[in-house]
Nanobody
Framework: VQLQASGGGLVQPGGSLRLSCAASGRTIRNYHVGWFRQAPGKEREFVQLISWSGRSTAFADSVKGRFTISRDDVKNTVYLQMNSLKPEDTAVYYC??????????????????WGQGTLVTVSS
């Protein structure tokens, strides 16, 4: 499955963005999907994930109450709604897919397919 992340941009602190992860080649419904981010000079970190069924999600403490992940299998797309953005949210955001038979994981190495990343900059 090929993934393409989009929706990044420049936003002021307190603002919102919605990232999209569009899948092609195969249906996304067979995959858990996670969002990760990497800030300049830092390691890639887990942000949020959603199970293949949509029944389970997990999130990093740093985004609790601010970010929401969802999926639309008809559109073959997973979304990350980001509200109340902070400067420390500035990073390249990546979506990744893990085949549904695997256990839900917050570890990047567990994911089989990756999108190219979209840059989110939070600054006044």
């Amino acid at each position: 499955v090929q993934l393409q992340a989009s929706g990044g941009g420049l936003v002021q602190p307190g603002g919102s963005l919605r990232l999209s992860c569009a899948a092609s080649g195969r249906t996304i419904r067979n995959y858990h999907v996670g969002w990760f981010r990497q800030a300049p000079g830092k390691e890639r970190e887990f942000v949020q994930l959603i199970s293949w069924s949509g029944r389970s999600t997990a999130f990093a403490d740093s985004v609790k109450g601010r970010f929401t992940i969802s999926r639309d299998d008809v559109k073959n797309t997973v979304y990350l709604q980001m509200n109340s953005l902070k400067p420390e949210d500035t990073a390249v955001y990546y979506c990744a897919a893990q085949y549904w038979r695997g256990s839900l994981s917050q570890t990047a190495a567990s994911y089989d397919y990756w999108g190219q990343g979209t840059l989110v900059t939070v600054s006044s």
